[in-house]
Structures are given as structure tokens and as C-alpha cells.
């Protein structure tokens, strides 16, 4: 009687052997929200970005690699305005100038908690209100 190995039975051996030799990574992923400001007055706006909210459910244990913002539409270079970053809170920010940020402050956080985006409209520019700013908030994170 010949003894015959299937490849299926190959490469479950193949791959038992490797998982036990192979270095561990942990996964990496990301979320994202988007919401748009209507901004109608020289004034502070708040938007909270809860990955839950927006139908992202994160792994336990997950940690923040990056985060960035990015803000979108032809008026929002008309403005003036000072912005600041939050996470899990208004008192864990970073301040930003300018239509985008890209930041690791927030590196080794909690993944799952909310951040809140501060717009605070300081001039109008050349622009009239209402002003409308999409905004995209992107949460790059790794988990065990």
C-alpha cells in the first residue's frame, strides 16, 4: 500500500510549521469620519468624531500609530481660523494652522475613544458666510 499525501495535507503541514517559526506582527488598520461645518459667525464649532458613530467597531487592546486631518471645498481658504485636535477630550489637543495636519502626538492611545475637531473662525477673508468645510478625520492604529 502506497502512502500518498494530499497537497491540501502538504500545506496544512507547511503552514502549522510556519506559524510556529514565523515572527509575530501586530495588525494595523484605520478609521475615518467625515462631517461638514456650516460655519455662519465668527466663532469656535465642535464636531466629535466616535469611531462607534460612524460604524467602526476596534479591536481591544488597539493602540494609535498616526492621525490626520484633512479639510476640503474651495472656501475654506478664504478663512482664518485657529484649530486644535482632541482626543478622548477638549483638554488632550494639538493646535494646528492651515487645511491639514498629520500628527503621532497621540501615538500608544486608546483607538476606540472619540476625537473632538475645534474649528475657531477668527476672520472671514474673502469668504461670506455660511462657509461649508468637510472635514475628515483618519485614525491609523495597530492592535494585538
Not at 492651515?98 to 475613544?113: E, Q
Request: with cysteine; glycine share 6%; proline share 6%.
Amino acid at each position: 500500500m502506497k502512502n500518498r499525501i494530499s497537497i491540501a495535507s502538504l500545506i496544512f503541514l507547511l503552514l502549522q510549521n510556519l506559524l510556529f517559526i514565523a515572527p509575530t506582527y501586530a495588525a494595523s488598520s484605520y478609521w475615518m469620519g467625515t462631517q461638514t461645518f456650516q460655519l455662519n459667525r465668527l466663532s469656535s464649532y465642535q464636531e466629535t468624531y466616535d469611531p462607534i458613530r460612524f460604524g467602526h467597531n476596534i479591536p481591544p487592546g488597539s493602540r494609535i500609530t498616526r492621525v490626520e486631518v484633512g479639510m476640503s471645498g474651495t472656501q475654506v481658504n478664504t478663512i482664518s481660523a485657529n484649530n486644535k485636535l482632541c482626543w478622548n477630550s477638549t483638554t488632550n489637543c494639538v493646535s494646528f494652522l492651515g487645511k491639514d495636519l498629520t500628527t503621532r502626538v497621540f501615538n500608544d492611545l486608546d483607538a476606540s475613544k472619540p476625537f473632538y475637531f475645534i474649528f475657531d473662525v477668527r476672520s472671514w477673508g474673502s469668504g461670506r458666510p455660511p462657509i461649508y468645510v468637510p472635514t475628515t478625520v483618519t485614525v491609523y492604529y495597530s492592535y494585538p
